[in-house]
């Protein structure tokens, strides 16, 4: 199970919550393999840039006599701490944007994570509410027979003439 922390923009949520954003708290196997890229991704330049210069610093290093390995090492550790770290200081970086923490939800996955967060939300902040119109459905009535009351058309083509 995965942790997810629930941020909202700083000026509060949008009518549909498009601006919510859920961080999966867990390793980034990107931020691993390619750190200075996850960090451009993600919009945090600084990171961004000083990780070049690290791994800049780590292929000038692996190719003095003697320190290759050394190099080497250096370049997977600035991989790793950005794999194990990177998602954290994402958060640390929005929140002193400016965003707000609001919920940490468990879940397997994110979509499950947006529906616990979104099915807790009061009535007044639902996403979509007033817009979405509950269809109002006519029973027709007929004289017996297989599927006379099926108001959501179950099959393609059914046996009441619609489709």
Do not use: C
């Not at 199970?1 to 919550?17: I, K």
């Not at 639902?126 to 817009?131: A, D, F, I, V």
């Amino acid at each position: 199970m995965t942790s997810y922390l629930v941020l909202e923009a700083p000026g509060g949520p949008d009518r549909d919550h498009r601006t919510t954003r859920f961080i999966a708290d867990r390793f980034s196997w990107l931020a691993l393999f390619f750190p200075w890229l996850w960090f451009a991704i993600h919009r945090m330049w600084w990171m961004a840039a000083s990780i070049v210069i690290l791994q800049v610093a780590a292929g000038q290093v692996s190719r003095l006599d003697g320190f290759g390995i050394t190099g080497l090492l250096f370049a997977a550790a600035v991989g790793l701490i950005a794999g194990f770290e990177g998602r954290n200081l994402l958060q640390r970086h929005l929140i002193a944007k400016g965003w707000t923490l609001k919920d940490v939800i468990v879940s397997h996955d994110r979509s499950t994570a947006e529906e616990i967060y979104f099915s807790n939300l009061p009535e007044d902040e639902h996403p979509l509410q007033g817009s979405v119109s509950k269809p109002e459905w006519k029973v027709r009535e007929a004289a017996g027979g297989f599927m006379t009351n099926d108001p959501a058309g179950s099959f393609q083509f059914d046996l009441n003439g619609r489709r």
